[in-house]
């Protein structure tokens, strides 16, 4: 599998705090990685520096062979590079049409057949003309989503899907993310809900600290004794 | 379709209404124009500009400093000329004030801005001792009024106002003419990509960011947009009126257009219209007490924000089904 991303000693420091920690890895095409690990570990960060919000303190990142290290969010979005947030980010005086058109449009692709996919893809078909403030927080994270694959992104960063979301809410969501890992999209998703996520990655990747402390099958790096220590602890298969 | 109508009736006003009321219908047509310009920057790119005067005066100086000291290269001081130029240098100013600003946020870019028009206020206060408003218009050019901008006092234009379109109420349909086609113009840029990047930008600009919009580019572009219509009734206020004064770089002019557009309705363009009229019709039966009237404004501000935050235009949308 060609590599279609390649992260190098990648270090994040805020002062005294080092928030991501010397952290590589590379992700092929088509591959999905779940990232996880207690809160505070720069999973968020290390978002964040992949898609430019936060420029590395040293290290690099190269996407499709290509430096994207320095380059500004805009700029790594255009490449191919989309992305949702932790917190939803989204238009509130902008309709769900208007929402997932706005990125078609301004790489100059075929509106019509995109945002209508899109939105069929996430549940909010008819739901076009509906302004984004009247959305659930439900809707909000599908909304979310489907501006993120409308453009048909190489590489897709998930941002805790599932979060903020009522157990019996996260089954849409769910529905969503199997979808895109049927269609073989490269993703990487960070998420808390290790249940949920095992079933869709066949990778992950934990940190804590800042640094990547197990890299690998979902399966042996959960057994990991490190890992267990550090984030999952011995029942979480039980929760 | 609420356009059109609007237009026709206030087409027709000329034929039952006095020289007076005429002239005072004229300048809120001007000032509908400009308040939607800063409609447009506020409203739809979020931009929080308290400096938007800045671009009136410039049209309206352009065209009246072309027209005073060249009145004999009138390929160069025609209103038609003066009023590209002043757009010129309305878009050189802005994106000059827009690339150290628009990086800043809230407070820091309304300050920015605001400051920018003291600047160009003292500009025309100190380059304009060297003649009165009273001086002849020079025979040919002279190098002893090339700055001359009449400082406080300004300059009068005998040959714009009623000499430039005939009579008043010629002045009126014509400036009717234009706030239409000025509107319309600004409406068709908010429907078009810039109005939906735009619209990004003001809601999360993280997130405008993350679908791949240039957030220095497109708040640039939306602030040249802004002030080229801006400068435009600036230099259709000099050329309705004959006149021209600092009051052009004041601030009482920035927030009566705020005003307006709180009151006509925010992000709708021609909600300035009924927030125009209202403004310039109330301004003119409080004109006797420019205290009352600055206090009655402030009251109707704080109704207006307190219990019909989406303004008049949309409250009319609603009640009469009009789009």
């Not at chain 1, 996407?63 to 979005?77: A, C, Q, V, W, Y």
């Not at chain 1, 157990?167 to 890992?181: D, N």
Request: hydrophobic share 50%.
């Amino acid at each position: 599998m060609a590599d279609l991303l390649k992260v190098a000693n990648l270090t994040r420091t805020f002062g005294g705090l080092v928030a991501v920690d010397n952290v590589s890895f590379d992700l092929g095409a088509g591959e999905m990685l779940g990232v996880v690990g207690p809160n505070g570990a720069g999973k968020t960060t290390l978002f964040n520096l992949l898609t430019g919000f936060l420029k590395a303190s040293s290290g690099s990142i190269r996407f499709n062979g290509k430096d994207i290290t320095r380059l500004e969010p805009h700029e790594i979005s255009l490449l191919g590079i989309s992305r949702t947030f932790q917190q939803v980010r989204y238009f509130q005086g902008m309709t769900v049409l208007e929402t997932v058109t706005t990125p078609i449009i301004l790489r100059k692709g075929n509106v019509k057949k995109a945002a209508a996919e899109a939105l069929e893809a996430v549940g909010l078909k008819g739901k076009e003309d509906v302004l984004s403030k009247s959305l659930t927080y439900m809707e909000l994270k599908s909304l979310e989503i489907a501006r993120a694959i409308v453009t048909g992104p190489s590489l897709l960063l998930l941002d805790e899907p599932f979060g903020g979301l009522a157990r019996e809410e996260t089954e849409g969501i769910a529905k969503i993310l199997k979808r895109l890992h049927e269609e073989e999209r490269t993703a990487i998703i960070i998420e808390h809900r290790l249940g949920e996520l095992v079933a869709l990655v066949e990778r992950l990747m934990v940190m804590n600290f800042g640094k990547k402390i197990a890299d690998g099958q979902s399966k042996e790096v959960l057994d990991a004794e490190n890992v267990i220590e550090a984030y999952v602890g011995r029942g979480w298969k039980s929760q | 379709m609420i356009l059109p109508a609007l237009a026709a009736g206030l087409g027709i006003l000329p034929l039952g209404l006095n020289p007076y009321a005429l002239i005072v219908l004229t300048f809120a047509y001007i000032y509908a124009a400009a308040a939607a310009s800063w409609d447009l920057l506020a409203g739809y790119a979020g931009q929080l500009s308290f400096g938007q005067v800045a671009f009136f005066g410039i049209g309206g100086y352009t065209v009246a400093l072309l027209a005073y000291h060249f009145p004999y290269w009138y390929w160069l001081s025609n209103p038609i000329s003066a009023t590209v130029i002043g757009i010129l240098a309305s878009v050189v100013f802005s994106v000059f004030i827009g690339a150290s600003s628009v990086r800043m946020r809230g407070p820091y870019f309304a300050a920015v801005t605001f400051i920018s028009v003291i600047v160009l206020q003292q500009i025309v206060i100190i380059f304009g001792d060297c003649g009165a408003q009273s001086v002849a218009l020079p025979t040919r050019f002279d190098w002893a009024h090339k700055y001359c901008t009449g400082g406080q006092f300004g300059l009068m234009l005998p040959s714009y106002g009623a000499a430039l379109f005939g009579d008043n109420r010629l002045t009126y349909w014509a400036s009717l003419l234009y706030m239409i086609v000025s509107l319309a113009s600004m409406m068709l840029v908010v429907r078009s990509r810039y109005g939906l990047y735009f619209k990004c930008i003001r809601d999360d600009e993280i997130a405008a960011q993350a679908i791949g919009i240039n957030l220095t580019k497109y708040k640039l572009i939306a602030f040249a947009i802004s002030a080229v219509f801006c400068s435009v009734a600036g230099s259709w206020y000099v050329l309705a009126t004959g006149m021209v004064n600092t009051d052009m770089f004041g601030y009482g002019y920035n927030f009566l257009w705020i005003e307006m557009v709180v009151i006509g309705g925010m992000t709708t363009i021609i909600g300035t219209i009924p927030g125009a009229l209202f403004v310039g019709i109330v301004s003119e039966l409080l004109r006797a007490n420019a205290a009352i009237a600055l206090a009655v404004f402030a009251a109707i501000f704080v109704i207006v924000v307190r219990f019909l935050p989406e303004g008049i235009l949309p409250l009319l949308r609603r009640k009469i089904g009009l789009r």
